[in-house]
């Protein structure tokens, strides 16, 4: 290649400079000399006259290899520029699959094409382009996620996956593309404890769980014997003070304390009645100690029974 930009550069050069030569000794060495043996004289060949004041000129020839052209030609080229991780894109041109996303441009025929970038778990990004001669036309791609994805390992092997209640396969499974939401993911094998978590997922997010298998009799002896376990009453602390008593639902003549008061009212009221039976009604002399200044209700009837 470098030999053929040489050879170019030097047939410009030629084409363009002007000719020095003067005589047609200069061509000799490019015309064949004839053999000493023979015995005929080349013929000579007259030179035009040039015009005065202009120089001869030596007009090359067109090449004849359109390669050393090439280097020369500026090709139709697409960009794609992607945001967001490249593994797993894909680009078509045309329904045609061109290959990878990459960071380089991807030479294109002139025209208008229709430009297709798929990726998995993602809507497909399409969009119908005019591509101009010689020129590079950049492309920005945003997908949108559709779908997440979810790998699950264990640390035992032989483990079988399910999501969602539909086998995936054994494990370890890398990068399974499940659909946005909730997801229930189990992990069995035989004689091991059943695994099963619960979890989220959001599109275009990706997401690693991790099983511990437990043999079944071992996780049998793991299990509590006494599962309805009541909590114990703990101590009164001598710090803190008693709680009230709680009253029941005795009735209140069946407690001892009530019958003492009553007798108690009783045996106060029978005293308090024998006494003033016994007693006569006051005078003003053991009222007053002598005679009183007024005496008030003097001329209301004594009660029945009581004289004084």
Not at 54 to 59: H, W
Not at 280 to 285: A, K, L, R, S
Request: net charge positive; hydrophobic share 40%; with cysteine.
């Amino acid at each position: 290649m470098l030999l053929r930009r040489v050879l170019l550069f030097a047939l410009v050069l030629c084409s363009a400079a002007p000719s020095f030569a003067q005589d047609d000794d200069l061509l000799a060495p490019l015309t064949p000399q004839s053999s000493p043996k023979s015995k005929s004289k080349p013929a000579k060949t007259r030179k035009p006259p040039a015009a005065k004041g202009k120089k001869p000129t030596k007009v090359a020839e067109p090449a004849e290899d359109t390669d050393l052209l090439a280097p020369l030609v500026k090709k139709t080229e697409l960009l794609v520029k992607f945001s967001g991780a490249l593994r797993g894109t894909r680009l078509f041109v045309d329904d045609k699959e061109v290959g990878p996303v990459s960071r380089t441009p991807v030479e294109v025929e002139a025209g208008e094409h229709t430009i297709v970038v798929r990726k998995m778990g993602y809507r497909d990004y399409s969009r119908r382009l005019t591509f101009k001669e010689g020129e590079v036309t950049e492309l920005n791609v945003a997908l949108e996620a559709t779908a997440a994805f979810v790998s699950v390992k264990a640390d035992a092997d032989d483990v079988r996956v399910s999501i969602n209640g539909e086998d995936k396969g054994v494990a370890p499974l890398d990068s399974v593309m499940v659909p946005a939401g909730a997801l229930e993911i189990a992990a069995r094998r035989e004689g091991f404890r059943t695994e099963t978590q619960r979890i989220a997922v959001r599109a275009g997010k990706d997401y690693t769980i991790d099983f511990k298998m437990r043999p079944e009799a071992l996780a049998a002896t793991d299990q509590p014997r006494a599962p309805n376990l009541t909590p114990a009453v703990p101590a009164p602390s001598p710090l803190q003070p008693l709680p009230p008593e709680v009253a029941t639902s005795k009735p209140l003549t069946s407690r001892w304390y009530f019958w003492a008061g009553v007798g108690a009212v009783v045996a106060g009221a029978a005293v308090g009645a024998v006494m003033v039976a016994n007693s006569g009604p006051p005078t003003p002399d053991a009222v007053c100690s002598g005679p009183c200044d007024a005496v008030i209700n003097a001329g209301r009837p004594a009660p029945v029974g009581v004289s004084f």
